[in-house]
């Protein structure tokens, strides 16, 4: 099937930052990896619309109002997400006086995004599918309307607004922030900047929000190529995000002062990460700005730990941290349990063609399935 306007919205990981970047200003540091979901529209002459997700066996139907961009479908709980995207962009479209036609669209994912465990089920990688069906979906349609995707950063925001109307809670939106502007260092905006806004919105209300300015924080920063990635993902039950937050904020509820002291502590040590990783960048005196980088890397890890431990959820347990100091001693120069950690996947950088070596050791361990991805440091591409 041909398509009017197609756009692809990149993986993520994030290195620092897991809990702590919850709380404003803290820093997240995240990277996009050569994993897309990939969203095309094709135009329809009624106003008939059709949302096909064929990895999720998924298909629904119904109508647009072609003046306002509201949707009438009913739509299944896998696909809620997607439709939501999809009206936010069709009402943002009718808010620049744009007649609205019906359309197809259609979504594909890269097969990093997920993997089959023996027993036949399908698990999700940790590489922030949801995230980016939202991007990819809202970018698709914006193209084909000729809308910028970029004024008022429009296509960040608007897929901040859907993934929090789709699920109904406000994240740090780290994942969205990097699908759209690439390998980043991100502060998030003011959880009240969409608490406010209501779910039954009109689309002016729509148009304010958008054109608003939020206060999140956003800067390019790649990493230096000096480092490689080797990812990995444990063939098993792994860790629900939303549990382990719930976990952290019923610790953070009992004990603020102990809470906010361990966040402090968490981003000072990636604060300092990220001023190693700088003068890397810059090409200044890698041998000291390395042994910087690694060193406030690992305590910061540590200290997300030792979170996990107050908080009595599994952010890094003894058995992984272990593997953690095996995957160093076997050619990672730091590793980690990325974004909210658990037993979900391992992501390691290696210096000069050490991670051959490493993807050798987590070959020889049971329970572990290398995923061949690369750091591409880039955003949406529509």
Not at 87 to 110: H, P, Q, W
Not at 235 to 247: D, K, N, R, Y
Not at 320 to 330: D, F, G, P, R, V
């Amino acid at each position: 099937m041909g398509f009017d306007a197609e756009a692809k919205a990149p993986g993520k990981i994030l290195w620092l930052g897991g809990y702590s970047v919850l709380e404003r200003p803290n820093i997240g540091f995240v990277t996009t990896v050569n994993a897309y979901v990939h969203a095309g529209v094709k135009s329809l002459d009624e106003s008939v619309i059709e949302i096909r997700a064929p990895q999720l066996s998924a298909v629904a139907r119904g109508r647009v109002v072609p003046d306002t961009g509201v949707l009438s479908v009913a739509a299944p709980k896998k696909l809620i997400l997607l439709k939501t995207s999809i009206e936010i962009a069709m009402r943002y479209v009718a808010c620049k006086g744009i007649s609205l036609k019906g359309l197809r669209i259609e979504t594909r994912n890269d097969p990093a995004f997920s993997y089959t465990m023996r027993a036949g089920k399908v698990v999700k990688s940790g590489l922030g599918s949801s995230a980016a069906v939202a991007v990819a979906s809202i970018a698709a349609i914006l193209k084909a309307y000729n809308v910028s995707l970029s004024e008022d950063d429009a296509l960040h925001k608007l897929a901040q607004t859907a993934h929090s109307i789709a699920t109904g809670k406000i994240g740090s939106g780290f994942d969205i922030a990097a699908a759209v502007h690439g390998s980043i260092l991100y502060a998030r905006y003011s959880p009240d900047i969409l608490k406010g806004f209501p779910t039954a919105y009109s689309n002016e209300d729509l148009r304010l929000l958008i054109s608003r300015q939020w206060d999140y924080k956003i800067e390019k920063l790649a990493l230096p190529k000096v480092f490689s990635l080797s990812f990995a993902n444990f063939l098993g039950e792994g860790m629900v995000t939303t549990a382990a937050i719930g976990s952290v904020s019923e610790f953070k509820g009992k004990e603020p002062g102990k809470y906010m002291e361990l966040i402090r502590r968490i981003n000072n040590e990636n604060e300092a990460t990220v001023t190693a990783l700088r003068n890397l960048v810059n090409g200044k005196d890698e041998e000291s700005n390395l042994a910087l980088f690694k060193s406030a890397f690992d305590r910061g890890r540590l200290l997300t730990k030792q979170l996990g431990i107050l908080s009595h959820v599994g952010i890094e347990d003894d058995d992984m941290t272990k593997l953690i100091e095996e995957s160093t001693s076997n050619g990672a120069f730091v590793a980690k349990l990325p974004g909210a950690g658990g037993r979900d996947s391992i992501a390691a950088l290696s210096l000069n063609g050490n991670d051959e070596r490493l993807v050798e050791f987590w070959r020889s361990r049971k329970g572990m399935e290398i995923l061949g991805i690369k750091i591409v440091n880039e955003g949406v591409i529509s």
